[in-house]
């Protein structure tokens, strides 16, 4: 399996990195000869990939990382760099090869020490691979400061050294760094495309890969999430009540607390997942005796991993939270698609009965303020506004239509 097959409804993007792979590749094979380099214009160091949530940046720029690794000997025969079975290809897939560095972060933004360290990597020489290749797949949570320090990397690259940078579109990114890049965008996949996906790599049943496909608008990671995880679909059936529960005040409040609850319950299933063995290793890496007891002077240490947890439960309910927006925009999406007769295809056709009868009970101009108010609410928790407050103002809204 080619190293491109994951990259799914992206024809242009895939045919622009290919060839940038190809040309990567006759560079380094004339270095290796010692011979001089033809002029590899369609390869450059540094590439911010951008793209609505779930179009697959992070996998386009994996997938480019383990191209850039191939060692395929069927390249000396004309092959194509990323035949995703070598040793280059497999290990950067896994996220194994030495040169290949993939950055993400659980917490709300990404500081100038972290980029500092990822900077001093940047400027050493591959060990083994090709290329040193860093991916930075949060590049819209770096800090000005960090963006700042940042720039200095890209604007003066080590040699051998490849930035992937991806972020949700091209303002996420400072200007400065933005302008020193090459920049490729994402589309959303076709339902169509991610529901083979999910029945071809997943081994999903193609029912319900096409329904998980259809509900989350062709996000991939989203879809794969429904299809296989109860708990998602729970949490999303309870997501798309809301709208038949907000008929009086009291309903809108409980209705608002309810989906805060899911979200906060959500973000301690995640942290149960992670912090328990996280600290059970942070202690025993710092020598804590048999009973638990902490040697002195590593205080400061603790404290530092618990902030940590703290700002990556915090940021995981903020993603649940936008993930149930998400959904409820779509419900009213597909109302307002049936209160004007478009025949576009339905999203959440498993709750037909809700949105036949939203439809008929509101008008178009009521549907739109209704979005209008989700997207106020998420615009609200990205300014920090308490999540109950900005839930709560958000179903008085979509009461009120």
């Known amino acids: 399996m080619a190293v491109w097959d994951d990259v799914v409804g992206q024809e242009r993007v895939h ?5 940038a792979a190809r040309d990567a590749d006759a560079r380094v094979t004339a270095e290796a000869r010692r011979e001089r380099p033809r002029d590899a214009s369609k390869m450059t160091h540094a590439w911010l990939f951008t793209g609505p949530p779930g ?3 992070s996998t386009a720029a994996r997938a480019f990382a383990a191209a850039l690794q191939c060692t395929s000997p069927d390249r000396a025969l004309g092959g194509e760099p990323g035949c995703g079975f070598c040793d280059g290809c497999h290990t950067t897939l896994v996220g194994t090869h030495a040169d290949v560095e993939v950055i993400r972060t659980d917490l709300l933004s990404i500081g100038v020490k972290d980029t500092r360290e ?3 990597r940047a400027q050493l020489s591959p060990a083994g691979g090709r290329w040193q290749v860093i991916i930075l797949e949060d590049a819209d949570r770096l800090t000005e400061g960090a963006g700042n320090v940042l720039l200095k990397a890209v604007e003066e690259p080590a040699p051998r050294t490849v930035w992937l940078l991806c972020a949700p579109s091209i303002e996420d990114v400072l200007p400065t760094i933005r302008s020193r890049c090459r920049h490729l965008t994402l589309r ?10 999910l029945i071809r790599r997943d081994g999903i049943e193609p029912d319900v890969a096409m329904s998980a496909a259809r509900a989350t608008q062709g996000h991939i990671g989203r879809a794969r999430r429904l299809a296989t995880d109860e708990r998602a679909r729970a949490r999303r059936a309870t997501v798309l009540k809301m709208p038949l529960r907000v008929e009086d005040i009291g309903g809108c409040l409980k209705a608002a607390q309810e989906l805060i609850d899911a979200a906060a319950e959500d973000a301690n299933q995640v942290a149960e997942e992670v912090d328990v063995k996280e600290t059970e290793d942070m202690k025993a890496a710092l020598g804590a ?22 700002r990556r439960k915090t940021r995981s309910q903020r993603d649940s939270l936008d993930l149930a927006l998400t959904d409820l925009t779509g419900f009213y999406r ?3 698609a049936l209160q004007m007769g478009s ?6 056709l498993d709750v037909r009965d809700a949105l036949d009868r939203i439809a008929r009970a509101s008008t178009p101009e009521g549907t739109l303020r209704r979005i209008e108010a989700v997207v106020a609410c998420r615009q609200a928790l990205d300014s920090n506004v308490a999540p109950l407050l900005a839930v709560e103002a958000m179903a008085v809204a979509l009461r009120a239509g």
């Open 343 to 348: 025949e576009v295809a339905l999203a959440n």
């Open 188 to 197: 959303t996949p076709p339902v169509e495309a991610v529901a083979d996906v």
């Open 55 to 57: 179009s697959g940046r």
């Open 334 to 336: 597909d109302v307002l």
């Open 118 to 120: 990822l900077v001093r």
């Open 15 to 19: 045919a622009q990195l290919a060839a």
């Open 289 to 310: 005796s048999a009973g638990g007891r902490m040697p002195r002077g590593t205080a400061g240490a603790m404290k530092e991993l618990e902030d940590r947890q703290k």
